[in-house]
């Protein structure tokens, strides 16, 4: 997240709040990248700073439910990819941005509205109804972990889910803190970029010399997937028409 992402946002939102004639409370982290934006039918009230997961619905429960149902899709997608690939490495490099972009935007609209609100009164939005963590996660989470479990040899799904915890998610002081974000992200050491980077060039000109025989059902399924992509390239050169 950075301010002119949010500003940007707060524009959109106020937008069509104003033409449905609402006005809006919206309770935000206290960040570096939550500037106090002045909006017509939008209000910011900021929750003090460092708060813990008791103040915050989404920490109480909705990003680790939309973790949890995006890495099901990760897990899917690269068991659907196995028998193509001969090692992990090459196997990972199936899951691109564009795969991780559309899988987010599924899973959040998926998102049920009363996980949602079960966050919120888990943190006192609504005193009369109490609502446990067991609450909000039990039957989707129990399905995911009954189809999961074989791949993640001993390590559950909640663990998978919030491994990337500690990671930063908005803007620092730091003039490369996109590129440490990412690196962060990847496993890689930033003093190691330079080495990573031929190591990642080399495998992609071993992969390039690969050539497609006979057409499986994983083939087929790989196809799909960039056939996805290019429609997904035209169809937003044709909305900047």
Same mark, same amino acid.
């Given at each position: ?51 813990? /997961? ?10 680790? /439910? ?8 990760? !897990? ?57 963590? /067991?609450? !909000?996660?039990? /039957? ?6 009954? *189809?999961? *479990? ?50 990642? *060039? ?40």
């Amino acid at each position: 997240m950075t301010s002119k992402i949010f500003v940007d946002w707060m524009k959109r939102t106020n937008q069509k709040f104003r033409f449905g004639n609402r006005n809006v409370l919206i309770f935000v982290d206290n960040c570096s990248s939550h500037p106090d934006v002045e909006a017509s039918n939008l209000r910011l009230v900021f929750l003090p700073p460092n708060t813990t /997961s008791k103040l915050r619905p989404m920490d109480a429960g909705i990003i680790q /439910s939309v973790k949890i149902n995006y890495r099901k899709r990760v !897990i899917r997608h690269l068991i659907s990819r196995m028998e193509a690939c001969n090692t992990a490495s090459e196997l990972v490099k199936l899951v691109n941005i564009l795969d991780a972009i559309l899988w987010i935007k599924d899973v959040w609209s998926n998102l049920s509205i009363t996980t949602i609100q079960k966050c919120f009164t888990k943190c006192g939005f609504q005193r009369q109804i109490e609502a446990s963590e /067991s609450d !909000i996660l039990a /039957s989707p989470f129990e399905e995911i972990m009954r *189809e999961t *479990e074989f791949i993640l040899d001993g390590i559950t799904l909640s663990q998978f889910a919030t491994f990337d915890n500690n990671l930063a998610t908005f803007a620092t002081s730091r003039d490369d803190w996109e590129t440490e974000i990412v690196e962060k992200a990847k496993g890689v050491d930033l003093n190691d970029s330079e080495r990573y980077s031929d190591e990642n *060039e080399d495998s992609n000109e071993d992969q390039k010399e690969r050539s497609d025989k006979v057409i499986s059902m994983t083939e087929a399924g790989v196809m799909i997937g960039k056939l996805k992509k290019f429609l997904f390239l035209i169809m937003k050169k044709v909305s900047l028409k």
